[in-house]
């Protein structure tokens, strides 16, 4: 189900996203010609009037987008395992003493050697989803993976500290 955002311009002022939900409340941001946003929260009976006008920084907006990314990503992949009986996901974190602290992702070929997926790596609120064989792998890094019990175990055995496998 595709949810609609409308667009306002708020002439001399910026412009506002609105969002209706499936409950029928109206939320939405503005962003202001100076970089400044406020997120808004609408009264259910009079969508013309707003109730609460919460400013955000920069850091506020992108760790409120990170929250939101994250978990409707994590919600995709629940879904997804549902569907697929024995498909399981799980998030490991990289031990500073791990081999692959400061390599590239595709050195520690977790899909050959374990059949598991690496689908995102979370790093200090960002999400790097779907990274690539070239992203580098930093101590504390959350792995999110996806595969079996097996799969998901022999993953995490690889990115432990000093796997002697390697």
Known sequence: ?????????LPGIGVRHDVVTSTGRRI????HRNGRRDFLVFDPDDPDS??????????EAE???DILGASLMLGQLTGLRQQAAGLLTEQITIPAGSRYVG?????AKIRTRTSASIVAVLRDREVNASPGPEF??????????VGTREGLDGASAILAVDDPAG
């Open 1 to 9: 189900m595709r949810v609609r955002v409308e667009q306002v311009t």
């Open 28 to 31: 939405g941001v503005v962003s």
């Open 50 to 59: 707003c109730l609460a006008s919460v400013p955000l920084t920069d850091d």
């Open 63 to 65: 760790a409120l987008a």
């Open 103 to 107: 390599r590239p992702l595709g050195d």
């Open 136 to 145: 580098l792998f930093a101590a504390g890094d959350v792995v999110v993976l």
